[in-house]
């Protein structure tokens, strides 16, 4: 297949997958689906091709990227687990957990993955298909959600091409994510446990095994995650709302029946964090005035949803 025929959409299955890693392994671009959302994937040892995700977002600087590997295992191998992050990786793995650890010395990844900082950010995707590519492929693979950079994260194979259109070489359709929702980012202060960045599990799950976990400094930004406005669509957004101003869309949680959209008619959080992206990106499509969303509970994954919907709403950065 050529570059130029390729940001072709192809059914996640046995030959779409060996076509993906061998196009990985050659240092191209594959987006694939996870269990939180699309990733854009590239060999995580590879300088060029991971310098190409970064060119093909968009990003305006080179933050640090998350490492998919397929097991704990391979994950040891790349940074050094405490033994809190070790019980924290069991207890979680494969599933939407990223933890941010010392890089080893001798881990066959590029820099570029760590953007300069002396730690990897790691995750065991739980989702089958990046499973299988990671078995596919032999090799950690580097991805970012796959989105152009500050665009809302895609949650099936057509808001990729959407969004990327022909930067990436192939893109695996395995249906809409579980979670729509990115991964858990934590990150650690000497014993303790700090939450970079809320995601489809819920803080409440992982106080469980950590006790509280401490908030990240604000000073500096441990995490990229974490800048004001990074979840963006065009249209404004206003939070909190109970009904539409003139020209706006509502975007409903819990019952609503002028909801243009609606997270969860019956209040669910899961469901609310797994229809967020589709839904402001449909709305969005729609220009309005704006969108106005309905109240969404801080409780359980409610703190991850809300996080992306300030980052949403707050004024947008300029880019340096
Ligand atoms: O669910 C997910 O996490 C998805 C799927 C594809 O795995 N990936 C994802 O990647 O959301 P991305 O690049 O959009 O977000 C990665 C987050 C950012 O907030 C980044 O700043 C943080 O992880 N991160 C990565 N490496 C880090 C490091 N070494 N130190 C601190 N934060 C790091
Ligand atoms: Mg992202």
């Known amino acids: 297949m050529s570059a130029i025929e390729a940001a072709e959409i192809r059914p996640a299955d046995r030959a779409g997958i060996a076509e993906a890693a ?28 991971v310098a190409a995700i970064f060119a093909a977002k968009g990003r305006p600087r ?35 957990l990223t933890l941010v650890l010392p890089r080893r010395a001798g881990a066959t990844l590029s820099l570029l993955v760590s953007a300069g900082l002396d730690t990897v950010a790691v995750r ?45 070489d192939l893109i695996l359709d395995g249906g809409a994510t579980e979670h729509g929702l990115e991964s858990t980012v934590l990150g650690f202060r000497g014993d303790a446990c700090v939450l ?11 106080e469980r095994v950590t006790g509280p976990l401490e908030k990240a400094s604000t000073e500096t930004i441990s995490s990229p995650g974490q800048l004001a406005s990074h979840y963006a669509p065009k249209a404004r957004l206003r939070l909190n ?29 899961q469901e609310a964090a797994a229809n ?8 969005d499509a729609e220009n309005p005035a704006g969108i106005a969303v309905m109240p969404v509970p801080e409780s359980g994954l409610g703190e ?9 709403a707050a004024p947008r950065e300029t880019l340096p």
């Open 62 to 96: 080179f933050n640090p990227l998350i490492v998919h590997v397929a097991d704990l295992a391979a994950a040891e191998r790349l940074v050094a687990f405490s033994a809190l992050a070790r019980k924290l990786a069991q207890q979680f793995w494969p599933g939407p």
């Open 241 to 269: 709302a109970a009904r539409a101003l003139p020209g706006e869309l509502l975007l409903g949680f819990g019952p609503a029946p002028d909801a243009a959209c609606n997270l969860s008619e019956s209040g669910d959080l």
């Open 196 to 206: 970079l960045r809320p995601g489809a599990i819920a803080r409440e799950e992982i």
């Open 276 to 283: 967020l992206f589709a839904m402001l990106r449909a709305l």
């Open 124 to 168: 065991v995707p739980a989702g089958a298909v990046a499973q299988k590519l990671l078995t596919a492929c032999g090799r950690p693979i580097a991805a970012p959600s796959a989105n152009a950079s500050g665009e809302i994260s895609p949650t099936t194979a057509e808001h990729v091409r959407h969004s990327l259109g022909k930067k990436a």
């Open 22 to 49: 061998a196009i990985l392994r050659r240092g191209g671009l594959v987006a694939f689906p996870t269990e939180t959302v699309y990733g854009l994937g590239a060999d995580a040892g590879n300088d060029r091709a």
């Open 304 to 312: 991850a949803i809300n996080d992306r919907l300030r980052r949403a």
